[in-house]
């Protein structure tokens, strides 16, 4: 039967039957192969990011250990001194115990193992010098303080005069 066929015929059948073997190399082979090529680098793009990710919670975990140790070796330090004896001791050392609205105290919140004690802390006709004095001494005391919140109000009658409320916390293990 092939003997029969014409010279064009066979061209025509040999282009026919090439085309069909690149046609299934190309969707059998080559497309398949590319795809997969696409999926794999799509893969480690994703990866890569995650990587990142993981690097970054890392990190942030590791500042949350070294202030977490920060806090413990002020809790240790801390003794058994209260948070509002510490207050009074600081504002008397800096002299503005005169100064001093009010020294409320907030409620206590239970935070895991530790308890937090709170207070706010208000104090009128205030020089910038003596906040900043009252700022690093809480900062730098032997009970680890965090001021939660600071409201800073000039007053009307002399601009060099302030108005300041703090809340303020220390943490103590739970007994």
């Not at 948070?83 to 050392?93: A, N």
């Not at 809480?138 to 303080?145: H, P, R």
């Amino acid at each position: 039967m092939i003997a029969n066929i014409s010279a064009r015929e066979r061209i025509a059948l040999g282009a026919a039957g090439a085309l069909i073997l690149i046609t299934v190399l190309w969707l059998g082979v080559l497309e398949p192969y590319r795809d997969n090529q696409e999926r794999l680098e799509t893969r480690i793009k994703s990866r890569s990011q995650q990587l990142a990710e993981m690097k970054e919670l890392s990190r942030q975990y590791a500042l949350v250990q070294k202030k977490l140790s920060e806090v413990e070796r002020g809790l240790a330090r801390s003794g058994g001194t209260s948070l509002f004896s510490h207050l009074e001791s600081i504002i008397g050392r800096i002299g503005i115990r005169d100064k001093l609205s009010s020294l409320r105290p907030q409620k206590n919140l239970s935070q895991g193992q530790y308890l937090e004690e709170s207070a706010e802390l208000k104090l009128e006709k205030i020089y910038l010098d003596e906040l900043i004095l009252l700022l690093h001494d809480m900062e730098t005391g032997q009970l680890y303080l965090h001021v939660k919140n600071l409201r800073i109000k000039p007053r009307f009658e002399d601009a060099d005069l302030l108005d300041a409320s703090l809340q303020i916390s220390t943490y103590r293990r739970e007994s």
